[in-house]
């Protein structure tokens, strides 16, 4: 399966595709910017003050994933949009 | 398939209480260590004499496994199912795709303990090993994660 089963199989190939390994390696492998770290650190701060808790924190993880994946309802709010 | 209405919390708990072997890992184990990203399911990693214990303790959450435990052990991994869906990597060890063999008795060895709540633990790779499991695959999305975790090990982070 898929780790990615909302997404039509066509897409989930391309988010599970494999890089070669010496692009991976090199995307890896290059430092760390200034501006990564201080992101990164500013994330898990906002994420381990909001969320303390490791139960918490997957709690959040799942309904993150639940809003994500919800349909897009789209509502028509003018003429235009209604079509006519 | 009958509909359940999924307890993480009683799934942690079951997992805790049967005493398996297993640990928490993929994108869920980035989330317990404090890195928000998105996941569908849950990634194990179980001792591989552990399969039937762990199938045992979870049918009562109506998780159920998608083949024999001896199948499972020659193949390396199963999936327990029901509405969630639990990836569980029955290995003794993995491979990168770079060759760096990753054995499970050394990543349990080093694993971390993190506090589910009061009751509950859960056990995670240490952030090094977490890392050398992103490699296995070598997806684009391992490098986000592999970056997000060089970058919380190095600012001293990891501690839950």
């Known amino acids: 399966m898929s780790s990615q089963p909302n997404l039509a199989p066509e897409v989930a190939g391309q988010v599970d595709r494999a890089l070669p390994a010496d692009e991976f390696d090199r995307r890896v492998s290059a430092p760390l910017t200034e501006e990564e770290l201080a992101a990164t650190e500013a994330l898990v701060r906002w994420f381990t003050r909001r969320y303390p808790s490791v139960r918490e924190r997957l709690d959040y993880a799942r309904r993150a994933w639940r809003r994500w994946t919800r349909p897009v309802r789209i509502v028509p709010r003018g003429p235009e949009d209604r079509g006519e | ?160």
């Open chain 2, 1 to 160: 398939m009958e509909r359940t209405e999924f307890d993480e919390g009683e799934f942690f708990r079951s997992l805790a209480a049967s005493g398996v072997r297993v640990m928490l890992i993929g994108r869920r184990a980035l989330v317990a260590y404090g890195l928000p990203v998105l996941t569908a399911d849950y990634d194990l990693w179980l001792h591989v004499d552990d399969v039937q214990t762990l199938n045992e303790a979870l049918r009562p959450l109506g998780l159920l496994p998608d083949r024999p435990v001896a199948d499972a052990r020659a193949r390396g991994r199963y999936v327990l199912e029901n509405d969630e869906h639990v990836d569980v990597m029955v290995a003794r060890a993995a491979s990168t795709k770079d060759g760096v063999r990753v054995l499970f008795d050394d990543v349990w060895a080093r694993r971390r303990t993190l506090q589910y709540d009061q009751q509950t633990m859960i056990a995670v790779p240490c952030i090094e090993d977490l890392i050398l499991t992103k490699r296995w695959a070598m997806r684009d999305r391992d490098v986000a994660d592999i970056r997000l975790l060089e970058a919380l090990k190095a600012r001293g982070g990891g501690q839950p």
